[in-house]
């Protein structure tokens, strides 16, 4: 083995190998300029634009797109008009001055703010970060990224086409433990997809499986041609995307969806290597160098496993999976405010910047 460690040009660290210096000074400049050392919004973003930039890719050739490749980034005007991408811009926006402030590429970058941006949020696995995916040369094809209203089907077939089985579709999904809508609720944006959009926590894999009642804001329609269905926290503003319910549901998928629930151990690590996969579509790994070490250890988890939201019990469970279903506390008390700021502030007029 070799134990050298190089001295970085900026004069203050090392690393395993050169290839990693760069990535200490973009990490500070992310942390302290867009994340806030929270599990702030502009994590949600970044994280979300590792499936948009790595599932553009096709084994079959239908897509012309390279996988994690920075093409979103790139090619921003292009890819964030495709239907499925709505919202994207925001993560990209976001992430363009860095591209310009550091010498990194656009693939790196992306999958870098992922990986550090998930440390901030409790209960978030400890990513692998490879750097070396050279700058995409063109931007991806519409039509590749699956949308929240289509099928099951659908869904599967376009994530294998890009490498991926149902069991890691499933267990990608826990991003959306720490995640909200901007675009699909007209007139509202940040509305979450669980109880605890700042936690990456196994909440979201139990709170889809209640039955669904209404709509938030008082709507009486979901935006069907959005994806939407009925949540079960209409009331606290929480929504769901059709494509998560029938996920949840169907059973080529259901058991490893139910399998997370009680398990924040299992969901961590099943959403770490899925993610090496997710980060590295497209790339040849034997030309990639491990910087790793530059990812700290992110905040642990806050509980073990989900709790039923206050007013909600186990006869509003929709289960499809023979195995049986762990039994899990209520949380006491009112109805579950949902935090609107990472800080736990229930308005996002009052959250930080
Ligand atoms: C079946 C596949 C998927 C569908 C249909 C889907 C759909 C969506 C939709 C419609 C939104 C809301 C966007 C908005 O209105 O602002 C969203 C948000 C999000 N998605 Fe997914 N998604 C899928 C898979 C994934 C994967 C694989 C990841 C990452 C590993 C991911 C990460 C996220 C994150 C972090 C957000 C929240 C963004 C924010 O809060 O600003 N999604 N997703
Ligand atoms: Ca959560
Ligand atoms: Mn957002």
Known sequence: ANYRRVSCPDGINTATNEACCAFFALRDDLQTNLFENECSEDVHESLRLT??????FSKSGNFSGGGADGSILLFADIET??????GTEDGTDALAPFL???LVTAGDLIQFAAAIGLTNCPGAPRLQFLVGRPNATAAAEDGAIPGPADSVDTILARFADAGFTSDEVVRLLASHSIARSDTI???????PFDSTPFNFDTQFFLEVL???TAVPFNRTEPNISGGEIDSPLAAEGEMRLQSDFALARDSRTACEWQSMVDDQTLMMENFRTSM???????QDISKLIDCSELIPEPLPATKPNATFPAGTNSSELQLTCASPFPSLATDPGQATQIPECPDGDLNLADCPS
């Open 51 to 56: 499936f948009h930039d790595g599932v553009s």
């Open 81 to 86: 008009n495709f239907s499925e991408n709505l």
């Open 100 to 102: 310009t402030r550091h």
């Open 185 to 191: 609720v007209p007139n509202h944006q940040a509305v």
């Open 210 to 212: 209640l039955r669904g």
């Open 276 to 282: 090496m996969k997710l980060s590295n579509v497209g």
